[in-house]
């Protein structure tokens, strides 16, 4: 028995499994079931009317947890899954309330990671439909993007038989990007590595506005906060630590907490950043946000969350 096997089990038995995935690492449970999906609640002190998303292995899943699926959601699918990509569909009758948060729809997403790809479908084979996840730290903090940082974080709040599973640095770095499927065009939720010039290439549809009536934890002011106080676009103090591109100047006495070259490593280096400042008990963060588009468009949503109020 390898160490999935024996999380596949865990699952099945109502158990947490943290897993890793390639945007950021993920708190699962058993989707159907109620007890176990209370636990992630429970540990992650996350408000139930927050949904999650449902971890699937492929594309073949879609069907079982929704209904009326636009044809432009299933070219998504096609395109970027698996990937960092998260589909808000109409619900089918599997999809309950206590994973829903209550609304009408379901957010489904295929991981693009060796473990996580690996868990669901030995979790499938037992008989599983999908693992219901949400980032693994603590409402409102920063998502782990190793395993130790997710142990560091929840450790305290897992029972002997959860399990924390290893998979290294997830490669992204920030959590996927959420796109609203219910409507007649597609929209994005929450900016991730899946941007918008993406999903309108591959749907040959223009995106519509947000619509506000769909509850994203993520859009809450403020999120993704770490105990730091983070303030952005400003002259960096002595004491302070700094996160920003490589090309970017270290004053004197200030703390480098990364050096990413481009945009894509400054996302994947964000998080564990942002974690390194609360290690090293620095109070204040200055960031000096990536311009342009693409994911840099997620980096700015991230960190404008992170400094929200200071
Ligand atoms: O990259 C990711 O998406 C990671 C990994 C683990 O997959 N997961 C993640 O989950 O970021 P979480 O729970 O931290 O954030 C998921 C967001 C929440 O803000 C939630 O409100 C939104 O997705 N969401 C989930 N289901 C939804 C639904 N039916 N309608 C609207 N928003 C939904
Ligand atoms: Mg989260």
């Known amino acids: 028995m390898t160490q999935i096997d024996d999380a596949a089990l865990a699952l099945q038995g109502g158990q947490l499994v943290a897993f890793p995935t390639e945007t950021v690492y993920g708190l699962g449970a058993d989707a159907a079931n109620p007890t176990a999906v209370a636990r992630i609640y429970e540990a992650k002190q996350r408000p139930t009317n927050h949904p999650l998303i449902i971890h699937v292995s492929s594309v073949d899943q879609m069907d079982y947890w929704a209904i009326d699926i636009p044809e ?70 920063v998502s782990p993007t190793t395993a130790d940082a997710v142990s560091a974080e929840l450790s305290s709040r897992l029972s002997d038989k959860d399990m924390v599973l290893e998979g290294g640095s997830s490669a992204v770095g920030i959590e996927s990007t959420i796109i609203d499927c219910t409507k007649a065009a597609p929209s994005i939720l929450r900016p991730g590595a899946i941007t918008e010039e993406m999903i309108s290439d591959v749907t040959n549809l223009s995106l519509i ?18 105990r730091a106080k983070v ?72 960190l404008s969350k992170a400094s929200f109020g200071n």
């Open 72 to 141: 432009y959601a299933r070219l998504l699918a096609k395109a970027f899954w698996p990937g960092p990509m998260t589909l808000i569909l109409q619900r089918s009758d599997a999809a309950k309330d206590f994973v829903t948060g209550g609304q009408p729809s379901v957010g489904l997403r295929v991981p693009n990671h060796p473990v996580a790809l690996e868990l669901l479908r030995k979790y499938e084979s037992l008989g599983g439909k999908g693992v219901a996840a949400p980032s693994a730290n603590l409402f409102g903090r």
């Open 209 to 226: 506005q947000r619509d506000s009536d769909i509850r994203v934890s993520g859009a809450l002011d403020s999120h993704y906060a770490p």
């Open 231 to 302: 303030f952005l676009n400003i002259e960096p103090k002595p004491g302070q630590g700094l996160i920003a591109l490589a090309s970017e100047p270290t004053p004197v006495g200030v703390f480098r907490l990364c050096s990413p070259e481009d945009v894509n490593e400054y996302a994947q280096q964000l998080y564990s950043a942002l974690r390194l400042a609360d290690e090293k008990e620095i109070s204040e963060v200055v960031a000096i946000t990536p311009s342009g588009d693409g994911i840099a468009i997620a980096i700015r949503d991230r």
